[in-house]
């Protein structure tokens, strides 16, 4: 290759870079954050864990964001904790097992979103670190 056409494939190289690279970089971490976030995720019946989607993948030239979230009632009771009360004089209980509560629960949040952020770190650092270098291959 001559420097006419290297100069060429780096302006062409510049050119995607600049109208897609950070979008395929953040899809591709997005694939990668959601199994460390659900691998994390508290399970009783699977029901939160199957509700976490990624709902967005967004951005153009340098920027991007990728929304990952799960969609279930008690999500961030889980995440975060918190007191939930009686709508009426009856105790809470549990539907499956038969155990009572008493009219308010308080539970210690898991935080487990937080954790799954920290797990999915490496793993997205490496994917972005792969999809870059796919990019900067003259």
Not at 2 to 11: D, K, T, V, Y
Not at 69 to 87: D, L, M, Q, V, W
């Amino acid at each position: 290759m001559n420097l006419a056409e290297f100069a060429a494939a780096a302006r062409d190289l510049a050119s995607r870079a600049e109208a897609s690279l950070a979008l395929d970089v953040c899809r591709a971490m997005a694939d990668v954050a959601l199994p460390q976030l659900q691998i994390v995720t508290p399970v009783l019946s699977g029901a939160l864990r199957d509700s976490e989607h990624i709902d967005a993948v967004f951005g153009s030239g340098a920027f991007a964001g990728a929304v990952i979230a799960p969609h279930i009632i008690y999500a961030e009771f889980r995440n975060n904790g918190g007191t939930i009360s009686s709508k009426g004089p009856w105790p809470l209980r549990n539907a499956g097992t038969g155990q009572v509560f008493g009219r308010h629960v308080t539970q210690a949040g898991s935080h487990y979103i937080e954790k799954g952020e920290a797990a999915g770190r490496g793993p997205c650092h490496a994917v972005a670190e792969r999809v870059t270098a796919q990019y900067f291959h003259l």
